[in-house]
């Protein structure tokens, strides 16, 4: 069983953008809001994020029924994030 609830993911996903994007900011708020050494590390927060950008939702789960629109919407941005790794090693 996962030890962070839909809460704990909704959290960190809305502190996230609210802080520029920034992870070490969501986490900060995350231990002040809970009151809990432990917070969740920067990739299950990358993996949380990318599930919520590409389903909007921060379920955990396979069992979420996705639009085609959030599909492609996560297609789009990995191959924006793709094409920019690829310009900027170009650069170098």
Not at 2 to 13: C, E, K, L, N
Not at 29 to 34: D, G, L, R, V, Y
Not at 36 to 62: D, M
Request: proline share 3%; hydrophobic share 30%; with cysteine.
């Amino acid at each position: 069983m996962d030890q962070w609830t839909g809460v704990h993911r909704a959290f960190i996903i809305r502190a996230y953008y609210r802080n520029n994007d920034s992870i070490s900011s969501a986490q900060r708020m995350f231990k002040k809001q809970f009151s809990i050494y432990q917070v969740p590390p920067t990739n299950v927060i990358k993996s949380w994020l990318r599930h919520f950008e590409c389903t909007g939702s921060s379920q955990a789960g396979s069992s979420i029924s996705r639009s085609s629109l959030p599909q492609i919407f996560c297609t789009i941005c990995n191959q924006c994030l793709s094409n920019e790794k690829n310009f900027n090693s170009s650069i170098k």
